[in-house]
């Protein structure tokens, strides 16, 4: 959600702070605000709406130069996203700026003693009472100003799930951040160093980064970094190497990130492959620190996700099924642990998120391993929390994803999901291995597959523009064809705006067919001919049913498949895969369709309305 960027070095502050929160900015925010620190004073600005407005007011009122400086774009919690609760937040003395992503549970008891007290609070947010706090605390210290430990004072008063950056008038070359349940990294330059809520911030500087623990506090200085856990002891820290560089996180010639990453998908694909399969011809995963006894054991598989990984959960659990004949189940985080799930220690849960810190799959994965079970995590960035808490990770490899609106991390779930199915099989021994070679052999050839899908993808961006006034699309599909269907309708309400939902075919006579009038356009996912035959005609016979009422309808079908041609307005043609395999290459059409469809209606492709890449608050 939040963007966070701290600085302490040699360079300009400012201009470093804001090259950051540039490249944060498909972490959706609705304002953006910086604080300096020159000559013993704090010069802020801050603005509602999109990072530009900041920089239009920094343009107009220049602020001085300065070496040490914090800046956040904001996604609004507690207050309305205005002037007023952008952050950084200052403390009455105006000596304190905070900045902070996540909640604070207990704000509003804490807001309450700080009035009693005589502070004086001018925002709605739960952010300005850790600026008071901090106030506080510096002040109990006496001589001697030490701003991380005043930090880890007011971390230990603090409730819920939050990452804090502060600086004080008094520390000219002094950043301090605090974690807990939210994402921080620092970024460790020469004679410079960077403080993030992702390392896209300052990858353009550094490719060297430092993870965060649970409940650590940092201290940030141009020749050093100190790391101390909330209660002041020394905490050990782990460096990584960021292997993608700053030209990863550019549009590269396109209008929009998300058509560079859609493009990017066969690449993406192929890396989430690569290195899986050892010369034994055996495949080998990346942190599997289950053993292989461990993974005998289990009798019960439960997937957590939320979104767009939920449906890549959903296309997973009939694959991991056929494949290891273990019962599997899929579950929305943020339902999970509410229900009370039934968890044992021969319960393997496996938990998809692109970020690796999707607060609502944290706490999934956390309850499960309270009740004993073992989490597998399935994740694009390394080095994030969820594989950090994790008994073992398969990373994805898929590269930075800017967009909000994820597509080359839901395909390369899918992939890695396969892949986790195929492991198990193969420690248990429920496939030989030449059939799990064969499937892997076919996984191999569908980069080329999805390639060959980009090429033919015009006619869908004209039938987009085509229908950009219609207010309801349905969507169709049976089998795998069923969370690529819900898939293909939540891209088109993130991104256009409109009423759109999926269905499993066999459900259309069940209710939905009333939905069904006079134009009302129908995309319908064909399952192969083949292997299943009996559900390719049952899906055609839906098609004929809701075209006999009216509908528009607009088919993807293999290449080859004839028996839908009679009943399909519009025919979207893929080529031919395993009936498994097949979300990785219908699901792009859908992709596209609903990008063009959102710039067709005038609106931002990259960051919808009131959504956030991630989701970093329950």
């Known amino acids: 959600m939040c963007g966070i960027v701290g600085y302490v070095g040699e360079g300009s502050a400012l201009n470093m702070v804001i090259e950051g929160l540039r490249r944060l900015e498909y972490r959706g925010y609705d304002s953006a605000g910086v604080a300096v620190l020159v ?14 407005n900041l ?20 996604w609004a919690t507690h207050g309305a996203p205005n002037d007023r609760n952008a952050h950084p937040h200052l403390d009455c003395t105006r ?13 509003a008891e804490l807001r309450a003693d700080l009035e009693e007290r005589g502070h004086q609070l001018s925002s709605e947010t739960d952010t300005e009472a850790v600026a008071h706090l901090l106030e506080e605390e510096v002040a109990s210290l006496g001589d001697g100003l030490d701003l991380a430990e005043a930090m880890r004072r007011v971390c230990r008063q603090l409730e819920g799930a939050f990452t804090l950056v502060a600086v004080h008038v008094d520390a000219p070359d002094v950043v301090v951040g605090a974690r807990r349940n939210s994402p921080l990294v620092v970024g460790r330059g020469d004679g410079e160093n960077f403080l993030a809520s992702d390392v896209a911030a300052f990858i353009a500087h550094t490719r060297e980064a430092v993870e965060l623990g649970q409940d650590q506090v940092v201290e940030l200085r141009r020749d050093g970094v100190t790391v101390t856990t909330f209660d002041g002891a020394p905490a050990a820290t782990h460096g990584y190497h960021v292997d993608w560089d700053a030209s990863a996180a550019e549009k590269g010639g396109y209008d929009y990130f998300m058509l560079k990453e859609i493009a990017e998908q066969p690449q993406a694909v192929a890396d989430t492959m690569l290195g899986r399969v050892g010369r034994d011809g055996r495949l080998h995963l990346d942190e599997m620190r289950l053993s292989d006894d461990e993974l005998r054991e289990v009798d019960k598989i439960i997937i957590v996700a939320c979104g767009t990984a939920f449906h890549a959960g959903l296309v997973a659990k009939y694959a991991i099924e056929h494949w290891t004949r273990i019962p599997c189940e899929v579950e929305l985080s943020s339902e999970f642990r509410y ?22 799959t944290l706490m999934a994965l956390r309850h499960a391993r309270e009740q004993g079970s073992r989490v597998l995590a399935i994740c694009n960035t390394n080095g994030s929390t969820i594989p950090r808490e994790s008994d073992a990770v398969l990373y994805t490899h898929a590269g930075p994803e800017v967009a909000v609106a994820s597509t080359k991390g839901y395909l390369t779930q899918i992939v890695a999901c396969f892949l986790v199915g195929l492991y198990l099989a193969q420690v248990r021994g429920n496939k030989y291995g030449d059939e799990i070679k064969s499937v892997v052999d076919d996984l191999r050839k569908m980069p080329d597959k999805v390639a060959a899908v980009l090429e033919r993808m015009e006619p869908v961006r004209a039938l987009a523009r085509e229908l950009r006034d219609c207010t309801s699309v349905l969507f169709l599909g049976r089998h795998v064809g069923y969370p690529t269907a819900l898939e293909g309708a939540l891209k088109l309400k993130e991104l256009a705006y409109m009423h759109a939902e999926g269905f499993a075919g066999g459900e259309l006579k069940h209710g939905p067919i009333a939905l069904i009038e006079e134009g009302v356009p129908v995309i319908a996912v064909v399952p192969s001919s083949l292997g299943r035959g009996s559900l390719h005609d049952k899906v055609v016979s839906n098609i004929q049913e809701i075209r006999a009422r009216g509908a528009r309808t607009i088919v993807i079908a293999e290449e080859g498949d004839e028996g839908v041609v009679p009943y399909a307005d519009h025919l979207v043609r893929v080529p031919s895969s395993p009936t498994l395999l097949q979300p990785l290459v219908t699901t792009i059409p859908l992709q596209v369709f609903a990008a063009e469809m959102a710039a067709a209606r005038g609106h931002d492709v990259d960051q919808p309305r009131n959504l956030a890449k991630s989701v970093t608050v329950e």
């Open 55 to 74: 920089e239009a007011s920094l343009q107009e009122q220049p602020l001085p130069h300065s070496t040490t400086g914090i800046g956040h774009t904001r």
């Open 339 to 360: 229900r009370d799930p039934v968890l044992t220690t021969r319960t393997l849960v496996v938990a998809i998120s692109q970020s690796g810190e999707t607060m609502d």
């Open 95 to 107: 000596s304190v700026a905070v900045i902070h992503n996540g909640i604070i549970e207990n704000f």
């Open 39 to 52: 000559d013993g004073k704090l010069e802020t600005d801050k603005r509602a709406g999109k990072l530009a």
